[in-house]
């Protein structure tokens, strides 16, 4: 049984199916439109890659980093869902909107554990360890019901090995290091939740209405967190805000939003996949600009948390393959 096509402003619409298009070999598009994805890929990566670096170098609290991050791309957002997206935020119904919310509270509770975990630890460290967020989606599914194969049972142990070495090198150089790691474990189990959410209320919303009530959820609790914690959101020299507007710039516009567009032809497995490449590029991107250099021992850990990590994703890309090439049932049918 096919997928629901969806409408014009997102949508699933109901009572039609999607026709599927002529598989590759590869299961993606070939040609300048598959070298373009790619391009743009590279991009993406380069983008998100920035980010740990540009917020351990900025001279700010790190909630109101992640605040101003939040609310410059709600005003970037703003005249796209209230003026050509109108129709999907009236459509939005009650249940999607609580569910967006408690998105966006999962988002910031995200950000206010990672970024503060980047003034703690290595940022090599921090990004290694939010990014399992896979390994965290593979149990909460296990939990709900779902049964992954074994090779991503495989990839989610030799995560976590991964992760125990790490820590293990960050005790010796220090408890505030060991602490930073806990911050960025717990935020990539945040990041997980949060992404499950997403994946439930865009089947009956456009992303744009989704993002929009997501993000500037996130960006109010942030507001009220450091206005509580009387945390500054301002004051700052001008090369503070440039390092802010970089972050936005870089990390949201350029890197997740060219992420969102490459998918629909290169597929989630091999976006995913690519995303891993984050933590080495953030690590270069540190080492190069902040001399910030993590002991030689933690290396290996990393390669360890990486390899668990592209494993898990590419188990799914198998499951993938082999769902999309199950026979559909035929017309009259009865579904199991």
């Known amino acids: 049984m096919t997928a629901p096509q969806p409408a014009a402003d997102g949508r699933a619409a109901p009572g039609r199916a999607s026709v599927p298009a002529a598989p590759t070999a590869a299961g993606a598009p070939t040609g300048p439109g598959r070298s373009l994805d790619l391009a743009l890929l590279g991009v993406a990566v380069a983008g998100v890659s920035m980010s740990a670096p540009l917020i351990a170098a900025t001279a700010a609290p790190a909630l109101a980093i992640a605040f101003w991050r939040n609310a410059l791309a709600v005003g970037v957002l703003a005249p796209l869902a209230l003026w050509r997206h109108r129709a999907g935020l009236r459509g939005m119904g009650r249940r999607a909107v609580g569910l967006s919310v408690l998105s966006g509270v999962l988002l910031a509770l995200h950000f206010g554990l990672w970024l503060p975990s980047l003034g703690m630890t290595s ?155 984050e933590s080495p590029g953030a690590a270069l991107v540190a080492a190069l600009w902040l001399g910030q250099t993590p002991p030689a021992a933690a290396y290996p850990a990393l390669a360890v948390v990486l390899a668990g990590l592209a494993l898990v994703v590419l188990a799914g890309r198998r499951g993938e393959r082999a769902g999309a090439q199950a026979p559909a049932a035929a017309p009259g049918a009865r579904r199991p």
């Open 123 to 277: 940022v090599a460290a921090s990004t290694a360890l939010v990014t399992t967020t896979p390994v965290w989606t593979t149990l909460i599914l296990r939990v709900r019901g779902h049964r992954p194969p074994g090779a991503v049972w495989a990839g989610t142990a030799l995560a976590f090995l991964g992760v125990l070495l790490l820590t293990g090198v960050d005790l010796s150089t220090g408890a505030r290091a060991l602490a930073g790691d806990a911050l960025a474990l717990g935020a990539g189990l945040a990041a997980a939740c949060y992404v499950l959410l997403g994946a439930e209320v865009r089947a009956a919303a456009s992303t744009t209405a989704y993002t929009f009530v997501c993000y500037g959820t996130t960006a109010v609790v942030l507001l009220a967190v450091c206005l509580v914690g009387g945390s500054p959101l301002g004051g700052w020299p001008g090369g503070t805000w440039l390092k802010i507007a970089a972050l936005t710039a870089a990390a949201q516009l350029l890197g997740h939003s060219l992420l969102n567009r490459v998918v629909r032809g290169l597929g989630p497995s091999v976006t995913s996949t690519a995303t891993l490449l």
